[in-house]
Nanobody, 118 residues
Framework: QVQLVESGGGLVQAGGSLRLSCVAS????????MGWFRQAPGKERVVVAT????????YYADSVKGRFAISRDNAKNTVYLQMNSLKPEDTAVYYC???????????WGLGTQVTVSS
């Protein structure tokens, strides 16, 4: 089992920045690729960014490329999402998740709310 706890969400004006953190406990954090997902009101949950187990490879959704950066610190069992140049359409609940099977995320946090005002 892996427990994931997100933090760092909040209310920010358009153009501002936030840094989300996700701390993992339980099994070896470095054994898992990690991802950040988001779900806006009335919409399905979608992937935002993913990072490989060692941190050397990352993927970004087109909507956040050049604005968001995912990183991880395996010594601290933490994955981060730096969000810059935020837009109102980035408003959502953000979740971190651990990839348990290739392409499938089996462990999820409870999420943190990000609200971007115009």
């Amino acid at each position: 089992q892996v427990q994931l706890v997100e933090s760092g969400g909040g209310l920010v004006q358009a153009g501002g920045s936030l840094r989300l953190s996700c701390v993992a406990s339980g099994r070896t954090f470095s054994a898992y690729a990690m991802g950040w997902f988001r779900q806006a009101p009335g919409k399905e949950r979608v992937v935002v960014a993913t990072i490989s187990r060692g941190g050397g490879s990352a993927y970004y959704a087109d909507s956040v490329k050049g604005r968001f950066a995912i990183s991880r610190d395996n010594a601290k069992n933490t994955v981060y999402l730096q969000m810059n140049s935020l837009k109102p359409e980035d408003t959502a609940v953000y979740y971190c998740a651990a990839e348990t099977v290739a392409g499938a995320y089996g462990y999820w946090g409870l999420g943190t709310q990000v609200t971007v005002s115009s």
